[in-house]
């Protein structure tokens, strides 16, 4: 063990771990990236965090910086959840339900638990967590919040930043705050605080005051789009009323302004029994059409897979994924749409499914519509086939998460569709289209290998022409995770000049030695991202979960 290493260890109640397996295993995320980290620590309580941060901060003080990266289970696919110093690792000890008050619907957790352990248990109270990502079964509530995750739901329920209420955040100098909503008379006091959260307090409010404009246009422009994660949520930080909350500011700050040691969230009853439309089309622009008039039902979810998926699989699996539901006569469709009603009346739930089977006569070649509970999963089986594409491996060969995640105006799905399939057929690329049909929040994962110079080359120009074409579209290149390390030039691109500035002296307030995740939203050039790549891609690393997006 290094004498950093021996250092925290002998000062902290959880675990530090230097070995070269630990080590080796943490430097690589759900990304296409690598970076070696040299430490990792399990934190048992918010103290052990609050003293990690103490450290770095003391060195940080005298020019030598020590980066902090908090981890969950090392999901995201953005490269946020890997970092070259100390990662802190909160699954191990830090994964608890602290408290469940279930008049209030409100449930208080750590960081490190999973969210489908927390889904099981708000069954059991009749209650869930209805905005949750696709990978819940083996994600964490911290990486969630870090990343505003959406998933599935999100079609009726928005992104995990809905169901946040308050956070305990462990500052980059080790002080640990509240977040909540506070008066304007309180924001006053604690801009005069001589502490690090008063900088912050202070930050928020003259940033938001002097570029107030900028940040409003940029808003208004997307205010199409179901999500946008890309930079900070500084403009919902302080209210008309001249009111404050911090929570918007951390919820999709991926460990880069603080670190999530606690979290209360907001909780829904639940109903399990649904009603569930699968529907298949030759042609997308019908599709486009029905999803648009679909949209206006209040469906939980409106899902897609396109033709390239059911094409890849049965040409890699020799599998009809739709064998087990539609005839086979249908062959392969150009499009698979998943609709969902999970309203808790019955009755509700048949009127508005009633509404969306008409729209869907009107378009689909097919489809079926059902509540029985069977029939059901063997729907959304379908859906998670793209688990098949996401852990495929042939050779070098592997489908990787380069092009995830963005997110358009849902009137403009139909374009984007459309421009995927010209940049796969300009760069001669293999690929796959799913996401969430409702939002126009796609993912993308085309077949490269990494081995090969030409492909990692090819990784580079896919993502430039991708993320400008989406950034031309007034979209954002992050719907449901956030911009991270991968994505970190191109969201300068999309705020432009004047508010990447601001969120630049946001993440010099909040963490002025820059020890928290440095790199990912922001600093990481190309080259560095080249240097990171891996030279592999696998998700072996999960397979006990068949990951699925």
């Known amino acids: 063990m290094n004498k950093v290493a021996a250092y925290l260890q002998s000062h902290i109640s959880g675990d530090v771990m230097a070995g070269t397996k630990v080590r080796e295993h943490f430097s690589r995320d759900g990304s296409v990236l690598k970076v070696t980290p040299t430490i990792v620590v399990y934190p048992r309580t918010t103290n ?8 770095a901060w003391q060195l940080g003080e005298k020019g030598h910086p020590v980066p902090i990266t908090p981890r969950g289970n090392g999901t995201d696919t953005t490269g946020a959840a890997i ?14 339900i602290l408290e469940l008050d279930t008049k209030q619907r409100l449930v208080r957790v750590q960081p490190g638990l999973n969210i489908k352990s927390l889904q099981e248990t708000l069954y059991t109270h009749g209650l869930f967590l209805p905005a949750y990502p696709v990978n819940y079964a083996y994600s964490t509530i911290g990486g969630a919040i870090a990343n505003n995750a959406a998933g599935e739901k999100s079609q009726k329920y928005g992104s995990i ?7 305990e955040v462990v500052l980059a100098n080790g002080e640990v705050i509240q977040t909540g909503k506070i008066s304007k008379k309180e924001l006053e006091k604690r801009k005069g605080l001589p502490t690090l959260e008063g900088a912050i307090y202070r930050a928020v409010d003259g940033l938001s005051l002097d570029h107030f404009d900028a940040l409003d246009k940029y808003y208004e422009e997307r205010s199409d789009l179901a ?3 890309v930079g900070y949520n500084l403009l ?7 009111s ?6 951390f919820v999709g700050s991926q ?3 603080g670190i999530i040691t606690e979290a209360i969230l907001k909780v829904a009853p639940h109903a399990p029994q649904t009603d569930v439309i699968i529907a298949a089309f030759d042609d997308i622009s019908k599709m486009v059409l029905a999803v648009d008039e679909m949209a206006l039902l209040d469906a939980s979810s409106i899902e897609m897979i396109d033709g390239g998926l059911i094409e890849f699989i049965k040409k890699e699996h020799d599998t009809n994924i739709l064998s087990g539901v539609f005839d086979e006569s249908i062959g392969t469709p150009a499009a698979i749409v998943f609709v969902e009603f999970d309203d808790d009346v019955a009755r509700k739930r048949a009127k508005k499914a009633k509404k969306a089977d008409k729209v ?3 378009f689909a070649t097919a489809s079926i519509h059902t509540s029985d509970p069977d029939q059901v999963e063997a729907i959304w089986a379908v859906r998670a086939s793209t688990s098949a594409l996401i852990n495929h491996e042939k050779g070098g060969e592997a489908a990787l998460p380069i092009m995830d995640d963005v997110i358009v105006a849902p009137n403009k799905l139909g374009e984007l569709l459309g421009k995927i399939g010209e940049l796969a057929a300009h760069h001669k690329v293999e690929l796959a289209v799913w996401g969430h049909a409702g939002d126009a929040n796609l993912h993308v994962f085309p077949v490269l290998d990494l081995g090969k110079l030409g492909d990692r080359q090819k990784v580079f120009k896919l993502m430039d022409d991708y993320f400008k074409v989406v950034i031309k579209m007034k979209g954002s290149i992050a719907g449901i995770n956030s911009d991270g390390r991968l994505r970190s030039n191109y969201a300068s691109l999309q705020l432009g000049e004047e508010i990447t500035d601001v969120y630049s002296q946001l993440k010099k307030a909040c963490d002025p030695h820059d020890i928290l995740n440095p790199g990912v939203k922001s600093g990481t050039s190309l080259k560095q991202l080249v240097d990171m790549l891996g030279h592999d891609y696998t998700m072996a690393n999960l397979a006990d979960y068949l990951p699925r997006a």
């Open 244 to 249: 404050c909350d911090l929570t918007p500011l």
């Open 161 to 167: 930043s809905k169901w946040v209420d308050k956070l």
């Open 48 to 55: 052990d965090i609050r003293k990690v941060a103490r450290f």
């Open 360 to 362: 869907i006569s009107k």
């Open 236 to 242: 919902n930080c302080i209210s008309k009323d001249g």
């Open 227 to 229: 999500r946008d994660n």
């Open 83 to 96: 970092g070259k110093g100390i990662i802190i690792s909160t699954p191990a000890h830090m994964s608890r």
């Open 255 to 257: 460990g880069t302004l």
